[in-house]
């Protein structure tokens, strides 16, 4: 529990950290590159190293390469569904994210497990 | 087109949306761990990349780009605000590619080098990544480089 909590407290900082510095960039085009920062990663694989290793931590990254393949299709989506249809940001950035996890989980049954 | 650091822009984002995006944030990287500790390493990393705090981010610039478009007077404030949605998308698109390389370092450098050396030399490959795909993005949506970005850069219905 004490380690998800602080888990929460530092994903919450960098997180917080990336979103304000994308705030701040102009364009937007620029900025929209931190929408895909590896916050989540740095929080994360600092502590994974301390408490299970290196090659724990490998594996995580090695699986974070079909993440980030998601991410791509997922934020082509958005994109292309945002120019092409009059759905709020909301509804079409939640709609998609089965999309991240189709692409994910079929990545992960492919070549990952 | 040059990038530049516009401190305004922070100013318009209410204290809890902060509070949103690090909630997001905070949950989402204890989801991660607890999954990585249920399911492993290698179904735990795939969240490593999942676009947590995308969602808010989005709806935030739609508001936000909406709420300049009507102040400025603008007819299509909507389509004002989806638009600035979609540029970002299309970043956030691209800056995949450097989430992507940024994995692969850690990846590789991992188990041969200290971790306190790999994170800053991968967030360094991000940036640099992302910084090189931005450039040629922009080069290749303005013929005639940069004088001509700049130059038509308040006349283009680009939503920044």
Redesign the interface.
Known sequence: MH???I??????????VF??I????????????????????????????VS?G???????????????????L???C???L??RY?A???V???CA?PI?FGV??AL?FAW?? | ?Q?????S??GE?KWYE?AV??????????I???I?KTFG???????????????A???L??KHERRKARREGQKNA?LS????????????????????A???V??QL??LHS?WLV?PV??LG?ISV?LL??WV??RLHTPGGNERSQNTETNEA???
């Open positions: 380690e998800i909590l888990r929460f407290l530092i994903g919450g900082v960098v997180v917080s979103a304000v994308g705030d701040i960039l102009k364009p937007k085009s620029f900025a929209g590159l931190f929408g895909a920062a590896p916050s989540v990663a740095l929080a994360t694989l600092g502590l994974t190293i299970e290196a090659a724990y931590v490998a594996l995580e990254a090695r699986s974070m390469l079909a993440g980030a393949i998601a991410f791509l997922y934020g082509s958005v994109s292309w945002m120019t009059k709020g940001a909301a079409v950035t939640l994210v991240w994910s989980f992960y990952l497990r | 087109m990038v530049h650091l516009d401190f822009a922070a984002t902060y995006r690090f909630m997001f944030g905070g949950l989402i990287t204890a991660a761990g607890v990585a390493p290698v179904v735990g990393g795939l969240f490593l990349a999942f676009p947590a705090i995308f969602p981010s989005a709806t610039i739609e909507e605000g989806r638009r600035a949605v979609a540029v970002d998308a299309a970043g956030a698109a691209l800056g995949s590619v450097a989430l992507f940024f994995a692969f850690v990846w991992e188990p971790t994170l991968a967030t991000w992302s795909l931005w993005g922009d680009r939503p920044d």
